[in-house]
């Protein structure tokens, strides 16, 4: 299926619209459909680094970590007043691994020093636009894993609440439209649908 998809497409050429924060792209190409007609379309590409997204989950009390934050996007969508309840998470920076961007998150954001990590899967949230795939981890944690009050940093202009929630309310808290943030829903339903709480 792999060479078939790649045979449909020729005479790729890209033009960058914007390097603001993420790289805004033209793609043209042409597209040889199954009936054998060829047409070229031109789509906007957006994204920069891939990202990471983990979620700590604690089986004795029965609790998750997630942050709360100002999204931009949330807000210009009229949603909340742009504050997004959601999973820690981040860009990959340089030659970083997934794995270590996502330690290095949760100690920034949430304040937890993790290890063991279980990779979920890598996953396109927008694929229509955006070429940012995300990596999706749970983790266990304890208690004595919290070795700061988390909250991002400043420099990033982060300022992250971090919220330690039963899992029950969580799940209650998607029925409310409260969490609606995909990289959050997937990971509660992936801790649900493998029971590990």
């Not at 691994?97 to 949760?106: L, M, Y």
């Not at 992936?190 to 029971?195: D, F, P, R, V």
Request: a negative charge; hydrophobic letters at 35%.
């Amino acid at each position: 299926m792999k060479t078939v998809i790649k045979e449909s497409v020729s005479n790729v050429t890209k033009k960058i619209i914007s390097n603001f924060w993420g790289t805004l792209e033209h793609v043209s190409l042409d597209f040889k459909f199954k009936n054998g007609e060829t047409k070229r379309f031109t789509h906007e590409v957006y994204g920069k680094n891939d990202g990471v997204a983990i979620l700590l989950y604690n089986k004795d009390s029965k609790k998750v970590v997630l942050s709360k934050q100002f999204r931009t996007p949330v807000f210009v969508a009229g949603v909340n007043q742009g504050y997004s309840i959601e999973v820690c998470g981040g860009a990959l920076e340089g030659n970083e691994s997934p794995e270590t961007c996502v330690i290095r998150e949760s100690e920034e954001e949430i304040g937890y020093k993790i290890s063991n990590l279980k990779k979920v899967n890598t996953v396109f949230l927008s694929p229509g636009i955006v070429k940012e795939r995300v990596h999706l981890y749970v983790c266990e944690y304890k208690n004595e894993d919290r070795i700061n009050n988390g909250g991002g940093l400043l420099n990033e202009n982060e300022e992250i609440e971090v919220l330690e929630i039963s899992f029950e309310e969580a799940l209650k808290m998607i029925e409310r439209e409260e969490i609606i943030d995909a990289r959050t829903i997937m990971l509660l339903q992936n801790i649900l649908i493998c029971k590990l709480l």
